[in-house]
């Protein structure tokens, strides 16, 4: 394929993409096949001679689409969201273009700065505490991690080399392996498994901190404290506390307002996972969700979740930079360069440039647009969905404003209602709000 048919084939497959997304309402959500499906519709062997590009796009319905999971489906209710937007999968293509691999400074200084930068602006954008941000002078920062998952492993391998580091520096002679068997971490039983995972991984007992319905499934501070004193008591060596705003399970957010101090007093890095609901806080009526952050050592939400950015591209704050470089720093001599000792940049290995994907969707949807699409509507849809109910005078509701946001009021007043008049009322509410929301335009 040369540029003058990659350029032809490129307009094609946008317009397949087009024509795939504003479709896709049409396709059954999940797929009606069998284990194994796949393998007696395409050869046994890649072929011999090259097949034609027109062969390659006819299999794309018959191979692909009868075995996809339609995750971007106005149907599909599984799992989590996963961020799509036109202007990420445009930054997609010119990432892969480039295809420059940004390990280092040195490898593509344009990739490891733009990600330093785009971390920073999400960080503002969140109101994160000072200590997080790079700027031009910050001991934190932001990194890009592909999931969740690799975020919560990361903190954990940093936060039990710091926690060995201490404990060698006023006892030296103290065996590492007779530190690291000590070890204990702990996270909600709310928490996604990849956290027990990482435990495994690192080599750390994850202890599972129990929580109850009445507490709408949140870690109290005070079931920590108590496991904590009873594992020192024990001989045992807390370091970590995964945190969870927003657990698959229940979304219950952990009370880190009280967990924060408690980790702080007894200097265990607590990591807060925020990889669902963390898109959320760039809105200000949720940012209080966030309250506790300035007591974390680190931070994590995936922006390919709910914030427009396609995946991979989980957000990872750290308070000191340091404490991650110090835990993995490598120094071959193939990868040094001038600009070692700058400071201000770090990179997990084969970094791509996912920034871009940040940086596109940031400047074209700007900070109102993103708050926009996490509210799902605005002020001004509110309002006219507002008038619509009360000029059919079927029912009545007067509305409010909270932080800004213009809300409608729900209230059960008459003696006689019952649950039958609270069902006509949502239904109503229902139908004409997707009235309202159909004629906008796309």
Known sequence: MDTTEFRRRGKEMVDLIADYLENIEQRTVYPDVEPGYLRSLIPEEAPEEPDTYEDVVKDIERVIMPGVTHWHSPYFYAYFPTANSFPAMLADMLSGAIGCIGFSWAASPACTELETVMMDWLGKMLKLPEDFIAGTHGQGGGVIQGTASEATLVALLAARCRAVRMILASDPQRPETGITSKLVAY????????????????????????????DKYAVQGETLRRMIQEDKAAGLIPFYFCATLGTTPSCAFDHITELGPICNAEKI????????????????????????????????????????????????????????????????????????????????????????????????YGLKGLQDYIRKGSNEVNETLLKRINNGRKIHLVPCLLSGQFVLRFALCARTTESRHIREAWQLITQLAEEVMQELPH
């Not at 039983?189 to 109850?212: F, L």
Request: proline letters at 3%; hydrophobic letters at 40%; glycine letters at 4%.
């Open 269 to 364: 890095w607590m990591h807060i996972d925020a990889a669902y609901a963390g898109s959320s806080f760039i809105c200000p009526e949720f940012r209080p969700l966030l309250n506790g952050i300035e007591f974390a050592d680190s931070f994590n939400f995936n922006a390919h979740k709910w914030l427009l950015v396609n995946f991979d591209c989980s957000t990872m704050w750290v308070k000191k930079r340091s404490d991650l470089i110090g835990a993995f720093e490598m120094d071959p001599l193939y990868l040094k360069h001038d600009h070692q000792e700058s400071g201000r940049y770090f990179c997990t290995d084969n970094s791509l440039f996912r920034s871009l994907k940040m940086w596109f969707v940031f400047r074209i």
């Open 187 to 214: 996270s909600s039983d709310q928490a996604h498994c990849s956290v027990e995972r990482a435990g495994m991984i690192a080599g750390v007992r994850m202890k599972k901190i129990p929580t109850e319905q009445s």
